[in-house]
């Protein structure tokens, strides 16, 4: 009614100008484009009040598993993995988070991964907590003794790259901030042609007890557990 304002407003603004204008006001965006997310991330961190949530779906795979030459570089600052097509979802999902964690990064923000899926060759989706860099995720989202110090050593090795054997499919992370340790030879078949992508999220996907709590709340509880 009037005295109380409209639940529901719509604009046709740009997408990002509109975030840019209302920083700190929603507790919830839901970024669904139709291709590329990426250049909506920064605008989106800074418009969540501190705890929100960002869920945030990328539907060009194609550019994230790197079958569209630089677009993936261009779009997420990420160089894809090729070699890697058993993992593009993963790899995708992972890219996608890291572009994510850099933009709050800037804004002086850090996000808290709860939820990513993929949706066979098609989209993935992450669902993040976004907090402010000196403060704990909220309740669902990790709460521990020694979270503050697991958030920190996260944050720490958070980034990385991502090898991949060209011949076996055999991959592992690097870690950036840390001396590098390369071995020319693949330890799973010996072979020498390797590929390297990144930068990468290299920490958890998933909180296990905010995905228990969704489960939870379902009609029928899912039998299956949460690992």
């Known amino acids: 009614d009037a005295a109380r304002g409209s639940l529901l407003e719509a604009s046709q603004q740009d997408a990002s100008a509109y975030m840019r204008e209302h920083a700190g006001r929603f507790d ?104 402010e860099e000196h403060e704990e995720a909220g309740e669902g989202a990790g709460e521990a003794e020694g979270a503050s110090e697991a958030a920190r050593a996260e944050e720490r090795d958070g980034f990385g790259l991502a090898i991949v054997c060209a011949e076996c499919g055999a991959a592992e992370a690097q870690p950036l901030g840390r001396p590098q340790q390369v071995c020319v030879a693949c330890e799973q078949c010996g072979g020498c042609e390797r590929e390297a992508g990144g930068p990468i999220w290299l920490g958890r996907i998933a909180d296990p007890a905010f995905v228990a709590s969704m489960l939870a709340a379902l009609p029928c509880p899912a039998s299956a557990g949460v690992a």
Not at 53 to 59: G, K
Not at 88 to 110: K, S, T, V
């Open 28 to 131: 919830v965006v839901e970024l669904d484009p139709c291709g590329s997310v990426g250049e909506l991330l920064p605008a989106a961190v800074r418009c969540l009040k501190p705890g929100g949530l960002l869920v945030a779906t990328a539907t060009d795979l194609g550019s994230l598993a790197g079958r569209f030459g630089d677009n993936c570089s261009a779009r997420y600052g990420s160089q894809p993995v090729r070699s890697g097509a058993k993992l593009a979802p993963e790899l995708a999902m992972r890219i996608l988070l890291a572009c994510a964690a850099r933009a709050a990064g800037a804004a002086g923000r850090r996000v808290v991964p709860l939820l990513c899926v993929t949706f066979a060759d098609f989209f993935v989706r992450v669902i993040v907590e976004v907090v």
